[in-house]
C-alpha cells in the first residue's frame, strides 16, 4: 500500500498519519469512507472500452463537501482503477463560480448580506480574525467561505482540527490587540502579480481580474477584498467567538460577534 500523506494544507486538507500494508489507521478510513459514499451516490460511467472516469461532479462534490483535494481524491480513484475526469473537474468548478456570481449579485464582495455600519465593522473583523489564525495556527488557514450579517459574523477556513480553548482564546486576544491599536485601514489598486508580491491573502478559487483592490489593516493584515471597511480598528468594539465548529473534513467554521468596548484601548 502507498502512504498517503498529505502535509500541505495549501487546499484545506491535512491527514495521514503513517500506515502500512498490514492495514489503515481510523482516520485514513474516514476518508475512504467518504469517498466511497460520494462515488456511490454519483455514480462512476465506462466513457470509453475498457476505461472507467470519477465523474468531475462526484470530484467537486468530495472538495466542496469534505474539503478534499484533488489531488486526493485523483489517488483514491486510481486505487480502484478509475480515471479522473480532469475537464469535468474544471467545468464543475467554473459552474459553481457562475452559480454563486449570480446568485450574489445582492451581496457585496466579503460575504456581506448588505452593506450597514454594522455589517462593514464585522467584515473588518473577519480581516482581523483571518490574520490571527494563521498566526496562531499556521499559514495553512485560508479562507474557505463567509457570511455577514449586521448581529454576527461566519468563517469558514482550512483547519484539520478542533481548536483547543487556548488557541481560541488567543485568536480573541490578538484581535482585540489590535482593535486596541487603533490601525488605519487602508486600499490601494495594484496589478494582482504586486498584491501578491506584497503578500496580499486572496480567496480560494477565486478568478481576479488584472487589477485588484487590496486592504491593509495596519501591519497585521492585506488582503484582495472589494470592500466596504473601517477606518480605524478602534471602531470595532470587543471581539468574541461565540463558536467554532466542523462543517467539513478539514474545514472549521468561527462565529464571532463585537461587542462594545468598555472603553476605547480596552483589550
Not at 38 to 56: D, I, N, P
Not at 228 to 233: I, L
Not at 243 to 249: L, Y
Amino acid at each position: 500500500m502507498r502512504i498517503l500523506h498529505f502535509s500541505d494544507t495549501h487546499l484545506g486538507f491535512q491527514a495521514f498519519d503513517v500506515v502500512n500494508d498490514a492495514g489503515i489507521n481510523a482516520r485514513e478510513q474516514d476518508v475512504y469512507d467518504a469517498f466511497e459514499k460520494v462515488v456511490a451516490q454519483q455514480r462512476v460511467f465506462g466513457h470509453a472500452a475498457g476505461e472507467r472516469e470519477l465523474s468531475g461532479a462526484a470530484a467537486f462534490r468530495l472538495y466542496e463537501t469534505y474539503g478534499f483535494p484533488i489531488e486526493l481524491t485523483e489517488e483514491l480513484a486510481g486505487r480502484q482503477g478509475l480515471a479522473l475526469d480532469h475537464g469535468g473537474v474544471a467545468a464543475a468548478f467554473a459552474e459553481h463560480q457562475q452559480r454563486s456570481r449570480q446568485g450574489g449579485t445582492a451581496r457585496f464582495r466579503g460575504g456581506l448580506a448588505e452593506r450597514r455600519p454594522e455589517t462593514t465593522r464585522l467584515h473588518t473583523a473577519t480581516h482581523l480574525l483571518h490574520a490571527a489564525l494563521r498566526q496562531v495556527l499556521g499559514p495553512h488557514v485560508e479562507q474557505r467561505g463567509s457570511n455577514i450579517t449586521a448581529e454576527r459574523l461566519r468563517f469558514d477556513f482550512a483547519h484539520p482540527q478542533r481548536l483547543s480553548d487556548a488557541e481560541l482564546r488567543a485568536v480573541e486576544v490578538l484581535v482585540n490587540a489590535q482593535i486596541a491599536r487603533d490601525l488605519p485601514v487602508s486600499s490601494a489598486e495594484m496589478s494582482l502579480v504586486e498584491a501578491r508580491d506584497a503578500g496580499a491573502i486572496g480567496l480560494f478559487g477565486e478568478r481576479y481580474g488584472e487589477r485588484v483592490l487590496v486592504y491593509a489593516i495596519g501591519d497585521f493584515s492585506r488582503e484582495i477584498c472589494g470592500g466596504p471597511h473601517v477606518a480605524r480598528t478602534a471602531e470595532l468594539g470587543r471581539f468574541h467567538v461565540v463558536k467554532d465548529e466542523a462543517v467539513g473534513a478539514g474545514v472549521r467554521r468561527i462565529r464571532a460577534v463585537l461587542e462594545p468596548a468598555a472603553g476605547k484601548g480596552d483589550a
